[in-house]
Every structure is written in C-alpha cells, then in structure tokens.
C-alpha cells in the first residue's frame, strides 16, 4: 500500500515536471522573433488608415521615426517598408529570390487577367517565357535598335502637331501628346501599325484608360489585406477595377482581331504579335495561352506609355520652374547637334547635361514611387529583424530619392549633382540602390532599357525643338497625384515656340 502511494507520487511528480519542461521549451521554441520596429495601427484594419491619400509620403515620414526597415500590420497581413538603399539591396539583391513573386491582389486579378500577365505572374516558367520573347523582340538593346526609326518617325508626327498647335497660339497638354506618339511607336512594333491615326479623342480616351489603370492598381485596397471582406469591396475599387477591364479587354480583342486578319500583309516581315504567336511554346512544355498574350498586350500598352510619359512631363515642368536649366540644356544642343536639325539618339551620348536633366528626374519623381509589390516566400532575416513567411515587400523608392542623408539638398531639382564625383556614375538600371526607379534584381521592370531610351531620346527633342513657357495668367503646378505610376495631379499644359529651322520638322 505504501509503495503504491509512493510509486503514484512519483508518477504525478514526473507527469508535472514532463509537461512544465514540454511548456517551457515549446515557449522558448515558439517565442516571438523581433519584427523590425513600425507604427502600431489600429485594431483589426493595423496601419492602413496611417497611409492616407499619399502612401508614400506617409511611409517615408513613417522611416524617420523607426528606422531603415519598418514592419506594419496591414489588416491580416505584415507588410516590410525597405526606405535606404542598403535596405533596398538587402531586399532586392541578398534576398532576391526570396522576393521573387507578388502578392494576391485586386489589381493583378481584375484587371492583369487573373495575373496572366508578365508583372503579376509568379516566377517561373511562364514568366520567364513572357519575359524571354518580351527581351527579344522588344525590350531589350538589338529590338530596340532595330525599331529606332519607328521612334523617328513618330517622333516627326508629334513635333509637327505640336507645331501646328503653335500656329494656332494653342497650348500644348504634353501627356495628351506623349501618349499619343508612344501609344503610336508600340502599336507600330507590336502590330505594324499606328494605334491612332491623328491625335484627338479616340487618343485621349486611350489615355484616360492608362491613367486610370494605373491610379486603381496603385491603391491600398482594404480587401487585399483583409480577405475576408474582400466580397464587400467597401472602398468601389474593384468595382471599379471590372468596368476597365472589360473596357480594356474589348480595346485589346478588337487589335488581336485585326491582326490576325491582315496577317497575309506581312509575309516575311512579322511584327511582335506575329512573333509572339508563333513561339508561344517553349522547349519546357510552357505554352502562352489567348490570355496570356492579351494581358501582355495590356503591360506593354499601359506601362509602355504612361512611366516614360511621366517622367517627360515631370522633366518639363522641373524645367519650366527652373529657366536656367532648361537655358543651359538649350546652351548644350545648340553646341553640340546645332539648330539645322533634329536631335537624334547617337546625340544622347555627348550629352551629359541632358542624362543628368534624365537622372535627377528619375530621382525627383520616380514612375514607381513604392516600386511593385513583393512578398516572402519563406521566412527570413534583414538587419538582424524577423520577416515572416508571407509578408509584402515595399521599396520607398521615392522616400530613398529624398533622404537627405543620400542626397545632398534633396527637394532641390539639380542636374549637377550628376555631373562630378561619385554621382556621375551612378546609374539608374538597378545596380546603384540610391536611384532604382525601374526597381532591382530579377523582378526589375522588363521595359528599364526602352524606357530610358524613350525618356532620352523624347525629352532631348521636345527640349532642342521647342521653347517652353506656360500660358499667360497659369501657375505652374508641381502637386503629386499617387498610383501606381505617380502623375502630376494637374496635367502639363505649355505653350511651345520652334527653334529649330523650317526644315528640322518637316521630316
């Protein structure tokens, strides 16, 4: 009898010290690792309603107080904030892979068909087909010299609707006519012919389309981070998201169509479609469906445009606030190419006023101002903090571009900051972190090469054309208008004057 008491109380002294060290080590094993520091938000919906109407504005405010790397709790998500450039590259270069694919959201489901696209697709072999034929006959260096006389060409049509506007003492709304020409030099490169024949309104709905695309992919959705609500789209952005795309979707179907039935006029000479078509199986069994070439169609025609127009515009109107720049770019062209003719691409090189005029633009006022998100595949670490498996990435972009601890009198548009020293060679292909406007790593915008040959190569003739003033009794207007490209939330409208001889805008 009494063994068995103390046999039974040995037993029990053994289940409770079994189960307090099971406790203990589950609690060391499970204890929480350091997130990176953050705003602490409101219950349910986190941080959301810290964000405002200018996210990335908030969130490079935000970076002062907590540091390079911030963590917020977004509804049911986490969200990492990289704001430094070695932030950025612990991200985007170190973890690349880890940050290889984007998070589910409205944007990439409504309007990117489902993510059927080359910028939402997961990374893989689907992706990297899109991207392969993209590169090769598009984006990358040989297309893109082998369609330069496309950008020629269409460039002459734009000089001589802006000079017919001069005529008429009109002003010139510059994304109206960018949009325009470049909608014009894809059209010609993806179905080998022009998009709009004249600019008006056909050309000016086309872009109200981009704008738009890009303004409701570019909002913080409550329904991305909280899925649960997601049905309710509280906010009518996804609404919203449904009625464009079906808009888009018609627009795009309606070019395929035609293609395909003038595909007898270009026997021998295919365009990119044409191309597109005939490699969409690869070696590996990965095979582009109808979806997946309109919702490249889609990426080239919205992206294609409307980053490159931005940048220019916002270029310009840097330069109508600052006449000296817009003087010595003027002092430069006229030294170098003169005033007999067009500025044409092998111009660009010997002029560095003009890439640095290039430069601080992209750093000013990057298209992308939070880069496109990204999200952790697994769990891992950055400056020492734990990022959990899941979590979004964010690469303030624009906050990096004005910090003042990166550059010096960061809210000032100078040009010459890229002209000496180290600056100099900083370049903007996604190498150098404190200027990645076109992103970094694998995931780097698939149209970085075209869109710094059209920013150039546009920029440089609109400016050696033309003399820029605004209309009398208007007040330039710099205020920001936040999406997924940022715009300028009033449009740039200028009056123009030649400055070039007669015949420079004839050809």
């Known amino acids: 009898m009494a063994f068995d008491i103390v046999l039974a109380r040995e037993l029990v002294a053994a289940s409770i010290l079994f189960l307090v060290t099971r406790l203990f080590i589950r609690r060391v094993i499970s204890k929480p690792r350091k997130l990176p520091p953050g705003p602490k938000g409101w219950p349910i919906i986190g941080a959301l309603p810290l964000l405002g109407g200018m996210p990335h504005v908030a969130l490079a405010r ?14 049911t998500c986490g969200m990492a904030v990289a704001s430094t450039p070695d932030a950025a590259r612990a991200f985007l270069k170190t973890l690349d892979l880890n940050f290889s694919n984007r998070p ?25 087909l899109l991207r392969k034929l993209s590169n090769l006959h ?16 269409e460039l002459g049509h734009m000089l001589r609707a802006m000079n017919d506007a001069c005529r008429r003492g009109e002003p010139v709304v510059v994304p109206e ?49 909280i899925p649960s609500i997601a049905w309710m789209d509280l906010q009518g952005i996804e609404g919203g998201m449904k009625k464009l795309h079906k808009r888009w979707d018609g ?11 003038t595909a007898h006029e270009r026997k021998g000479k295919p365009d990119f479609l044409d191309v597109i078509y005939a490699n969409r199986d690869n070696s590996d069994g990965e095979r582009l469906t109808e979806t997946n070439i309109k919702a490249l169609l889609l990426n080239l025609f919205s992206a294609g445009t409307d980053t490159s127009s931005s940048i220019i515009e916002w270029a310009l109107a840097e330069m109508l606030n600052n006449p000296s720049i817009l003087r010595r770019a003027h002092e430069e062209m006229d030294q170098v190419i003169g005033r007999n003719r067009r500025l044409e691409e092998s111009d660009i090189a010997k002029l560095p006023y003009l890439q640095a005029i290039c430069k601080e633009t992209f750093r000013k006022h990057p298209s992308t101002p939070l880069n496109l998100p990204r999200v952790a595949i697994e769990a891992c670490e950055v400056n020492g903090y734990y990022i959990p498996k899941g979590t979004r990435l964010s690469v303030n ?43 970094a790593g694998r ?38 208008a936040f999406g997924l490209a940022l715009q300028k939330a009033v449009p740039l409208s200028a009056m123009v004057t030649p400055r070039l001889a007669p015949t420079a805008y004839a050809a």
Request: aromatic letters at 12%; hydrophobic letters at 45%; proline letters at 5%.
């Open 443 to 480: 995931r780097i915008c698939a149209g970085t090469r075209m869109g710094i040959v059209l920013v150039e190569y546009i920029l440089g003739t609109l400016v050696h054309s033309f003399d820029w003033r605004m209309p009398d009794g208007v007040e330039l207007n710099l205020d920001e």
């Open 104 to 128: 589910p959201n409205a944007g990439a489901t409504h309007l990117a068909y489902n993510a059927q696209d080359m910028v939402f697709a997961d990374y893989g072999p689907r992706w990297k």
């Open 177 to 225: 006519m960018l949009t325009y020409a470049m909608a014009n030099m894809i059209g010609q490169v993806i179905l080998s012919r022009r998009v709009f024949a004249t600019k008006g309104s056909e050309s000016n709905e086309f872009k109200d389309m981009v704008v738009e695309l890009m303004t409701k992919a570019g909002l913080f959705n409550i329904g991305d981070f």
């Open 62 to 75: 935000m970076a002062k107080q907590y540091g390079p790397v911030m963590y917020l709790k977004m509804g």
């Open 397 to 439: 972009i624009w906050g990096i571009g004005r910090d003042p601890v990166v550059w010096e009198n960061p809210l000032s548009f100078t040009p010459e900051r890229f002209l000496s020293g180290r600056n100099a060679k900083i370049d903007p292909r996604g190498n150098d972190f404190e200027l990645i406007p076109f992103g």
């Open 251 to 261: 627009l795009i179907s309606k070019m395929i169509f035609e293609h395909k039935a």
């Open 138 to 153: 598009m984006l990358g260096g040989k297309a893109l010299d082998d369609w330069a006389q496309v950008r020629t060409i």
